[in-house]
């Protein structure tokens, strides 16, 4: 299985502080992809960042990736209410496995 | 169109029916895929699509439930003898290439479905 799993389950903090989420797996991939759901339907994806990228931005988001510990970072920085949402990471490998999700992140920003 | 359409939006059926949900994809997106999600838990996966054929079909609870994609556009996917436990929103995704390329999954709104 390709499932990625999230740490914390939940987080809560104040508007315009920084939240990260971590994201483990437990089989080689070939890239790792964050999605954020508001309100339970439709997920959207973030950002995806490849085996052999580290680090990797977009606008407020800092993504990192540790191969050696598989494991990923996600950093929203100067969060907005807007952002609260769960969040959820999903790898793939080189074959043609669907992506698995795992439970996520809920992240409550409070104004 | 410019997203996934998935309808309806909303389902109430009564234990024991027979439902069908549609998605359409974005036009050109090769690979299709089907997930149910229970209040605060992840996307489960169910079924998977590589064109018309399915790919992985592994995540399917049981044989009261299928999908078809017979032109490889628009897909069903179909409850028989519909239980309470089938209650969820259930997501249809589509990506322009397979799942190992990483190219991006592009969600639908999702279909509630209620089982009386």
């Known amino acids: 299985s390709q499932q990625g799993e999230e740490d914390p389950q939940a987080l809560s903090i104040q508007e315009g502080e920084n939240a990260t989420m971590n994201c483990s797996y437990k089989?080689?991939?070939?890239?790792l992809q964050w999605y954020r759901q508001n309100s339970g339907r439709g997920l959207v994806h973030l950002i995806l960042?490849?085996?052999?990228?580290r680090e990797k931005h977009s606008g407020r988001l800092r993504v990192t990736l540790d191969t050696s510990k598989k494991s990923s970072s996600l950093l929203i920085t100067a969060s907005r209410a807007a952002d609260t949402a769960s969040y959820f990471c999903v790898t793939s490998g080189s074959g043609n496995t669907p992506l698995v999700f795992g439970k996520g992140t809920r992240l409550s920003v409070i104004a | 169109g410019a997203g996934v359409s998935q309808t309806p939006s909303n389902k109430v059926t009564e234990k024991g029916k027979y439902v069908e949900l549609r998605c359409d994809p974005i036009s050109g997106h090769t690979a299709l895929y089907w997930y149910r999600q229970s209040l605060g838990q992840g996307p489960e996966f169910l079924i998977y699509f590589q064109g018309t054929g399915a790919a992985d079909d592994s995540g399917l609870p049981n044989d009261r439930f299928f999908a078809v994609r017979p032109e490889g556009s628009v897909s069903t996917l179909k409850i028989q003898r519909t239980e309470r436990g089938d209650s969820a929103v259930y997501l249809c995704?589509?990506?322009?290439?397979?799942?190992?390329?990483?190219?991006?999954?592009?969600f639908g709104n999702g279909t509630r479905l209620t089982v009386t």
């Open positions: 089989t080689s991939i070939n890239n």
């Open positions: 995704a589509s990506s322009l290439r397979p799942p190992g390329s990483g190219s991006p999954l592009h």
């Open positions: 960042i490849r085996s052999n990228e």
